[in-house]
């Protein structure tokens, strides 16, 4: 009898995020190939089992190797994870389509909202591929990178109009130490993913400021309702919000100094500028990105996100910190809801 093949993945690309998915692949049992822009990195990975620009200090899987030919590694893959920033997407997929194979599976790990068209990543992916949504999948949740390279434990949500191919991702992804559920809710997976990083940075400026963690609970609770606004009017089920890639997104992103969108808004609470923030975080910030065009989502279904709204005049310039924390002080009080 013939041994049947395990299912293979080709991971884009090998930064921070790509690497701690390839890694949880590469545990349970899938083949990875990681797609890395640099060549020394590549080499490393397959010579060294290591990620030096991100995770020198954590072998890898034996079965996760590195090229920088997208060809190559998207030969035979049932899967493509996609862990790039939500704005070059379009662009880079774009360049990939053509070697894409005719059953793989498109798994989006990105958290942010295109500029301009207002677009989830999910939607891109099918504008660009040509392919139906039941190829597209979202992996989404309290996910860590630097916690997810040490093993410590960790879930997630994967969401897909296809159940069939959510459980096909969950079992090439279920590990001890990772344990992924699955939905058919990407609209409410991929919202509660990008309006979280933007809240994260309102927890952060408020830490940076040096405000309290009353302060912080009533940002991240405020935050998870403008959300879930936002959410529901654009079909998702408000139920997701209240799960891993909803409310155990927020609390992770906003509470932990491992998160780059909470790191990024203590810088500015510390009084930064917006160039000094970024060059001092140095990886992409999705909130920052997206801000402005989740706020645009907002103002098309007629959603009040007030928190959404300050920290995109404050990333725009147009609000000081101190005009910022006034602002939302200062509304109208009103019945929770």
């Known amino acids: 009898?013939?041994?049947?093949?395990?299912?293979?993945?080709?991971?884009?690309?090998?930064?921070?995020?790509?690497?701690?998915?390839?890694?949880?692949?590469?545990?349970?049992?899938?083949?990875?190939?990681?797609?890395?822009?640099?060549?020394?990195?590549?080499?490393?990975?397959?010579?060294?089992?290591?990620?030096?620009?991100?995770?020198?200090?954590?072998?890898?899987?034996?079965?996760?190797?590195?090229?920088?030919?997208?060809?190559?590694?998207?030969?035979?893959?049932?899967?493509?994870?996609?862990?790039?920033?939500?704005?070059?997407?379009?662009?880079?997929?774009?360049?990939?389509?053509?070697?894409?194979?005719?059953d793989t599976v498109i798994v989006s790990t990105m958290k942010g909202i295109e500029v301009g068209s207002g677009l989830r990543a999910s939607q891109v992916i099918t504008e660009v591929?040509?392919?139906?949504?039941?190829?597209?999948?979202?992996?989404?949740g309290p996910n860590l990178a630097r916690e997810i390279m040490a093993g410590q434990p960790a879930a997630a949500t994967i969401a897909c109009p296809d159940e069939g191919a959510a459980h096909a991702v969950q079992r090439a992804c279920h590990t001890p130490y990772f344990r992924p559920y699955t939905s058919t809710d990407v609209t409410g997976c991929?919202?509660?993913?990008?309006?979280?990083?933007?809240?994260?940075l309102a927890v952060g400026i408020a830490s940076g400021m040096g405000l309290g963690h009353n302060a912080q609970a009533m940002l991240i609770t405020r935050g998870l309702a403008e959300t879930t606004r936002l959410a529901v009017a654009m079909g998702a089920n408000p139920a997701t919000l209240a799960g891993l890639a909803g409310l155990g997104d927020l609390v992770a992103t906003c509470s932990s100094p491992l998160s780059r969108n909470r790191t990024y808004g203590t810088h500015l609470g510390q009084g930064l500028s917006i160039a000094e923030a970024t060059a001092a975080t140095r990886q992409t910030t999705e909130g920052v990105k997206s801000a402005q065009a989740i706020l645009a989502l907002a103002h098309a279904h007629d959603v009040e996100m007030p928190i959404?709204?300050?920290?995109?005049?404050?990333?725009?310039?147009?609000?000081?910190?101190?005009q910022a924390a006034a602002a939302l002080m200062q509304r109208p009080p009103k019945a929770e809801r």
């Open 1 to 102: 009898m013939t041994q049947q093949r395990s299912a293979r993945a080709a991971v884009f690309s090998a930064g921070s995020w790509g690497t701690a998915v390839g890694k949880i692949l590469g545990d349970a049992g899938t083949s990875v190939t990681m797609h890395a822009r640099r060549g020394e990195i590549a080499d490393a990975i397959n010579a060294q089992h290591r990620n030096p620009a991100y995770f020198p200090d954590v072998e890898l899987p034996r079965n996760l190797t590195a090229t920088t030919d997208p060809v190559e590694a998207l030969d035979g893959a049932d899967f493509l994870v996609l862990s790039i920033p939500a704005q070059s997407l379009r662009t880079s997929l774009a360049a990939w389509v053509p070697h894409i194979g005719p």
């Open 129 to 140: 591929t040509g392919l139906p949504a039941e190829r597209v999948a979202v992996l989404s």
């Open 190 to 200: 991929e919202l509660g993913g990008a309006v979280k990083n933007v809240i994260a």
């Open 308 to 322: 959404t709204d300050v920290i995109s005049a404050l990333l725009h310039e147009t609000l000081t910190l101190e």
